[in-house]
């Protein structure tokens, strides 16, 4: 008897540390055939994904007491046309995610890696998510969307409001280079979303105007609204470079989109338009595409898209490798037509 009590007070122990702690494996696969033409036909199948960047991750939370929870995330990226990690040279790393921190009443910190609270507060109103061809490109052109060697702070939400805060050391002896602040702030209300973010990361200072290396400095705005037949977003984006040696250059972006329940699935359609102010090389960029959803896990997408540059302006859709090697052609254009499927677990 005195055995059978030790063995039951053990396996409730047991079952009580289970249950105030959890490790969750997690994963998207995403890809399918993408075509594109611009000065050559180009086709294949892609490894960013269509809507969703493929992943692969690890997160887990443990039940401190007094509302106090330990959190980590750990996520990395995979080429799923080839089945290799999207870590240089074809390994795999955690280099989407890799965080861990203290979640309270006081909001949640976390040491590591991870996208930027400027980059969550607006890239959400991309119809198309920030992937595949139909994706706004907001996002280039030297933007860093994740932090690294960085602290991040989330407030709690306050009647709609959060608002959050990454700051990411550079890590070079006696240099500011790579040192990355962003702030991100939201409010979401029934129908109404809104969102504002800020970023100032210090590039590697080299002379000459080039987006991967020089100080960047960026504002955007953005925002929805759900009619219920129909949601409507637009957003807003201002960034500035300078070199080391005081050359600078401003990039304006603005996108206006739309999503609606269609069937089973939802159609999505994007406008956007980017203007460099040193000049007049400019771009218009259209896309429209439709997702069916065969299950909660499992879905089915096209999407087409239509880039036309102005003035000597060099942007290309987000396919890639693929969209690199059709090149632009005389007039600037370029135009893709992607499928796939997307399957979470």
Known sequence: MKKSLIALAVLSASGLAMAQSSVTLYGVVDTGPTYIKGDKN???????????????????????????????????????????????????????????????????????????????AVSRYDPFGDTGIGATRFWGNGYAARVENGITYYTPNIAGFKLGVN??????????????????????????????????????????????????????????????????AAAYKNTKY??????????????????????????????SHYKWSDSSAKANEFSLGYVYDLSKRTAVYGTYAYLKNKNGATFGLNAGNLATSAGLTASGKQQGLQVGIRHAF
Request: net charge neutral.
């Open 167 to 232: 700051y990411g050391f550079g890590e070079q002896t006696a240099s500011r280079d790579n040192r990355y602040i962003t702030l991100g702030a939201t409010y979401d209300n029934g129908p109404l979303s809104v969102g504002f973010g800020y970023d100032k990361l210090n590039g590697n200072r080299v002379g000459g105007l080039n987006p991967a290396a020089e100080d960047l400095t960026t504002w955007q705005l953005g925002g929805s609204y759900d009619l219920g037949a129909a949601k409507l």
């Open 42 to 120: 180009v086709y294949g199948l892609t490894n960013y994904g269509g809507t969703t960047n493929s992943r692969l991750g690890l997160r887990g939370t443990e039940d401190l007491g007094g509302g106090l929870k330990a959190i980590f995330n750990l996520e990395g990226g995979i080429g799923t046309d080839t089945g290799e990690g999207k870590a240089a040279g074809g390994g795999f790393d955690f280099k989407r995610t890799s965080y861990v921190g203290l979640e309270g009443g006081f909001g949640i910190v976390r040491f590591g890696r991870e996208l930027t609270a400027s980059y969550l």
């Open 242 to 271: 300078k070199d080391d040696l005081g050359n600078s250059e401003k990039l304006k972006s603005y996108m206006l989109g739309v999503t609606a329940p269609v069937g089973a699935g939802k159609i999505k359609a994007a406008y």
